[in-house]
């Protein structure tokens, strides 16, 4: 049985955002995963299911900072504008292969980053999210 029902994946990569897909499914991890290459379209599926299915707002999102067109940074600070009842249910994980402690810093310090992790996602990651982190 699944620990999640709905999980996001943001990222450019489209090989990575299969074998996310695939470790989060071999690990019984999710119900449902949806990919995205691009962080415009995960925020317009994200503000659609606000208006029409707040039910379905995922409960956890993984993203991806460093992509063409809107970055993981920008899509933060659009995250935010969505309603605070939606997104204080949702675990934003950013999932990454910058090793600029910068971004890593920043990244855990801002209150909507439940944590940061290094690619590729394992299945102890995993692992480590479901034994640390709850949505409140």
Not at 80 to 109: G, M, W, Y
């Amino acid at each position: 049985m699944s620990k999640y029902q709905k999980v996001f994946l943001i990222d450019d990569d489209e090989i990575h955002n299969f074998l996310c897909e695939s470790v989060i499914r071999n690990h019984q991890f999710a119900s449902s995963v949806s990919s995205f290459l691009w962080a415009e379209e995960a925020l317009e599926a994200l503000t659609k299911i606000t208006e029409q299915d707040p039910a379905g707002f995922p409960e956890i999102i993984f993203l991806d900072i460093n992509m063409p067109g809107m970055d993981g940074w920008e899509f933060i600070e659009e995250y935010k504008k969505l309603p605070n009842e939606l997104t204080q249910n949702c675990l934003l994980f950013v999932l990454s292969s910058a090793v600029d402690k910068n971004d890593i810093t920043h990244a855990r310090n801002l209150s909507e980053v439940s944590d940061f992790f290094s690619k590729p996602l394992t299945t102890d990651i995993l692992n480590i999210i479901s034994e640390h982190y709850t949505a409140t």
